[in-house]
């Protein structure tokens, strides 16, 4: 259901305590790293064991272990009878411990190799690949000028050759993704034991290329006692959601109750509505005040009406109308359409003290809660509270910029605050308990990027806890699978333009998508 995601210093810990702790020499860590990429980088050029040896490939290792790694990866292709020149940018003799081990190695074997400060960048080309292990997890600020140079060299080489990357491409932070000012970019990346959290940032995938994750043996019991704060999720979400029996009965498919809607605000509650049912939810209500419930039924058959009080604007009347109904659902969304006119605050605070049920809270109702922080600790556990990041400034009293430059701590700090799950909106979408691991999204889809996007989101993850998932779960679950809808209709609008419905309309083809990648 979820990798980890390890920072560049978790990383560091996993290989240290290998050692350490497990007998492991570096040395195996390396050589396993450097046949995990040849292995990758064989796989997406499509050569086999009877493949002729015939690639012209250039090596450039940096200072540190991603230049062992290039090294060691070196003498395997040499070894198999690949035209190879290994570039390092340290003269041999100050190698240190296992990438000199294997710079050793290399030489003994017949790798031929040049100091890159002795060659003219005029004298290379020609090269089929050419392999980044300038610098991986160990880069600290930005490229000096050197290195900015070899990393530009790179690029250029890239324009007529396949750029592997060794773990990440050379000059990206493995901590925000960010190109410290330049990176290299990768046709293919491939990352060592588990994706650096920098890798799934979304200003990270213009240099990553394709990502191929490897292992290299770290014990799998350092890393569960080590786990990091952070986690990927994997479409192994899905596994939480079953087959439907077939004697399935809408009533045991849950009923999603959605409370929302108010003058000129109609659409919101059903866009929630509409996904909750193509999410799967055998039924979905709508509660809304009584004056607006035409103009929010629209015409749809499918979803049901809950009219309360008269009027347009919401008030703590319609909290005792509501209340004698609650028994029949199963779950709630709270905020879609709802406004903040009148007299809503009250209706929120009245709905906080009474409803026990499983409940999404969302755009309008965020808002109000940002105005009386007080009742942020009633949400409780069984809640998820969905801001994106302007409703998340507001509920930390942050500007917008402060959120994004701080986007995993103030998700959990919002968990924290509420007790709730939090789900941070955006691209690489977050979610965070009180205690216990971030997951990130794998998801940068820029189709998503819709006014009513987020209302299906709530939608769908009123769905999920209706199915009696629980908190957690759900919102990563619902986040994967909206994301998935997502790169979907980046199929058929590589433009955009997609209608936040369509996002609905494609959640069934989603799952189903999602299920097939899963590996068993
Ligand atoms: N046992 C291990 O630690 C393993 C490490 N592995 C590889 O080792 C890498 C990490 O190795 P290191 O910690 O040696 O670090 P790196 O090889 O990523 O880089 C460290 C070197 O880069 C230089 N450097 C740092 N910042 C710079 C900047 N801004 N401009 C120019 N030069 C800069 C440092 O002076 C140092 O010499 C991983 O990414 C992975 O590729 C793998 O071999 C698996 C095992
Ligand atoms: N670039 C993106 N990548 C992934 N998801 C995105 C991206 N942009 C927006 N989204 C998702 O789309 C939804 C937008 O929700 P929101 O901002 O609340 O809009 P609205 O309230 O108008 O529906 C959120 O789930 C958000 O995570
Ligand atoms: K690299």
Redesign the pocket.
Known sequence: MFAPLPTPHEM?DW?RLSARDFGIM?EM??EN?SRAALQALFDALGVKAHSPANKRVLLLA????????ATALSRHLHDLGHEVLLLHTRPRQDYKN?AAYHLELALKAGVPTRLATDLDARDLGGYDVVVDGL??????????PD?LNLVRLTNDLGRKAFVLA???PSGLSGFTGRP?PEAVRANLTVT?EAAKIGIAQPEAAPYIGRLDVRP?GIPRALRKAHAPAHVLMTAGLTDLIEKPGPGLHKGTAGHVLIIGGSAGLTGAPMLAAVAAMRAGAGLATIACPADIADAVKASRPEVMILPLDSGTEWTPNMMAALEPELARFDAAVVGPGLGRAGDTANFLRAWLSTATLPTVYDADALNLLASQKELLKKIGESAIVTPHPGEMARLLDLDIAEVQARRSECCRRLAENTGAVSVLKGAASLVASANGPRAVSPYCEPNLAVAGSGDVLSGILGRLLAGGLDAYHAACLGVLWHGQAGSILARDFPYRGNMPLEIAHVLPQAIKELKGHVQR
Do not use: C, Q, W, Y
């Not at 610098?135 to 000096?144: A, D, K, P």
């Open positions: 560091a290989d570096p860590l390396m790293a940096g200072p540190g272990n991603n230049g062992g790694d296992e610098l991986g997890t160990g880069l600290s600020g930005e490229l000096r290195m060794l773990d990440i410290l060592f290299i």
